[in-house]
């Protein structure tokens, strides 16, 4: 059952009603039960997962447009217009990849999704093949070639060595965390989604990557010689639309605009596959329920100096593509954003760290201590190998100079990209707190002068 956009409105109001009004001296407080009306609506089974470019992803958007509303937040793209339509254009598979070995008497096939995962593979590729087991052989040794590499574990420095050498295509065993997604992987587009009014970034040439199960990788094992056939036909390409949502509060100072801060989450999650839905309670409904939470608290409460603007963006999980267009679509200049704070994964305690939230990018600019210095739970990032700074939505602002930080708690939580990712294992309280410890931060962040800068050489 889908929720229409006469329902969304309805529970909308229905939520901002249970708000509670606090006195005009008190500190702001978090309304625990308008936090827990957000999830149960954005992760229950209505909207089945939001996933990417779906009516229930586009059911989730109106029904945010609403909230925005309901807690006296302009629209930010033109008077009354919330919502920013974004088109896509996603490359499809015709039929699963297939990589062919021959190798004298020897034949081996291995399929797409059963044998091997090729990860935006091209359409057709063929190259001789070379068996290694040290990721560092000489350039002449692999240029051009097929790399099987022999490694007895997942090595991705190893692989991008041997690409960064002139590998056609690296065949690596695949890592534990890729076998726990292996079905999430396979079903992926065989290359990158066009996003309409954004330009193609021009990467270059790269090599193929290739995941080999362990039965796969044992095959190859034999094989030291021979050539390599990889094919991947794509089909008609797939249309669709997703959509930003974006809101503003003005501030009171004569140059509020000029300064302005943007709260952020990404309101898409996976969607349904093979009959289950994958709920996105922690992500990213977490971080969505968050910024609505601080629409509904400074909206409701005396201007700020500074402007701040609320922005949920569409289909991050395909390679933040609302979020690629919105930086090249802004409803004001960018160079009058002073910082971005995105929230994303608030709703799970780390196990390693309790308590604790990371601010991905701590090291790159001023703006994490200063947070922290005014109440914030906010510290370095205890996961740098694995680049969260690059893995969400601020990283497109970031990338145009924009300070664009990340607030996390557990990043890669038991749940992350499972079905159990409901609401029956996020921690409300939990999520409650995190939001209640950022509320001081930023509503200083709004009435001070304080220009968060990027530390020298930390730009990305």
Known sequence: MKLS?????????????????????????????CVKANMELLAGDALRGRGCGTEDEHAAARYIADALKASKIGAAFRPDVYLQPVELLTPTAARPATLEIASGATSLSFIQGRDILAMEPPESLAAPI??????????????????????????????????????????????DQITQHWSELAARPPGQTEVSGVPSASRPARGAIIFAKPETMAALRAVSEGEARLAAPRGEPRRRTTYNVMGVLHGKAADADRHALLLTAHYDHLGVRSGVIFHGANDDASGTAAVLEFARILGSGARHRRTVYFGLFGCEEEGELGAQYVQAHL??????????????????????????????GWERTTLGPALQAHGARVGPDAYPEQHFFQRSDNYQLALRGV??????????????????????????????????????????????????????????
Request: glycine share 4%.
């Open 403 to 460: 300070i664009a930080q990340t607030v996390s708690a557990a990043p890669l939580p038991a749940t992350y990209h499972a079905p159990t990712d409901d609401l029956a294992h996020v921690d409300l309280a939990f999520m409650d707190a995190v939001i209640s410890s950022m509320v001081g931060p930023v509503t200083w962040l709004l009435d001070s002068d304080f220009q968060p800068e990027w530390l020298p050489g930390q730009k990305p």
């Open 130 to 175: 070379v068996r290694v087991a040290d990721a560092h052989p000489a350039p002449e040794a692999v240029k051009g070639k097929v790399v099987i590499y022999d490694s007895a574990v997942f090595d991705q420095p190893g692989i991008q060595a041997l690409l960064r050498a002139g590998a056609a295509a690296v065949i690596s065993p695949v890592s």
């Open 331 to 360: 409803p004001m200049a960018i160079g009058d954003l002073m910082a971005n704070l995105e929230f994303e994964m608030i709703g799970v305690d780390d196990a390693k760290h309790p308590g604790a939230l990371m601010l991905t």
């Open 5 to 33: 956009v006469l329902s969304a409105a309805a529970f909308t109001a229905a939520v901002f009603a249970i708000a509670p009004t606090a006195p005009s001296a008190a500190r702001p407080v978090v309304c625990a039960e």
